[in-house]
């Protein structure tokens, strides 16, 4: 019976250290940025969202194990004055009703040599769909940076109605870039 309780304690303290190296996994926002990319009339105009945050829990020698959660501010948009003031509107991002762009994992695997993709759902202005997001990692001493792109239709996500949706105007394809810190990665 003792030695049931010392491996049955043993298993809570391993669960224990296992989920609180797990909870130091934390996004560095300062150090951090989430770009877009989109053509009007067929230039690139660059926009980013200053407030956004995750919830990570990953270890790259079991990235099958990893729960990613990623939620973006979309009122927190920064493109140009006029644009800045127009996109929280509901034509666009509609962020009074829909406040927060989601991204929710659903698989991690490995492609090597730091590279892994992660697919999953993203969720904006009501709207979902699934993702393949490639994400290269790169570690320098405590911190690990991830870096990455992918496309997205902004019809999908009903961003830009009405008149809008006319992509002759306004692109329908945006691409988002990122460059995350983290701190509290496992090692490579």
């Known amino acids: 019976m003792k030695q049931q309780f010392v491996m049955a304690a043993l298993a809570v303290v391993a669960a224990t250290v296992s989920m609180s190296a797990q909870a130091q996994q ?48 979309m009122a927190s948009v920064a493109l140009s004055r006029e644009a800045d003031t127009e ?17 929710q994992s659903g698989a991690v695997k490995a492609l090597g040599g730091g590279k892994f993709e992660i697919a999953g759902k993203l969720a904006i202005k009501g709207m979902s769909s699934d ?15 991830a870096t990455g792109s992918f496309p997205i239709k902004r019809l999908t996500f009903k961003i830009g109605e009405n008149e809008w949706a006319d992509t002759s105007m306004v692109a329908d394809e945006v691409q988002v870039r990122f460059k995350l810190a983290l701190a509290g990665v496992g090692k490579l």
Request: overall charge positive; hydrophobic content about 45%.
């Open 131 to 145: 993702v393949v997001v490639p994400v290269t990692l790169a570690q320098s001493g405590a911190s690990t940076t």
């Open 26 to 73: 934390k996004l560095v926002p300062e150090q951090s940025e989430i770009v877009f990319v989109s053509k009007q009339m067929g230039v690139p105009v660059e926009g980013h969202f200053r407030k956004f945050d995750a919830q990570i829990a990953f270890d790259p020698r079991k990235p099958a194990e990893a729960k990613i959660a990623f939620t973006v501010d």
């Open 87 to 103: 996109l929280p509107k509901p034509v666009w991002f509609n962020s009074a009703k829909f406040p927060q762009a989601t991204f």
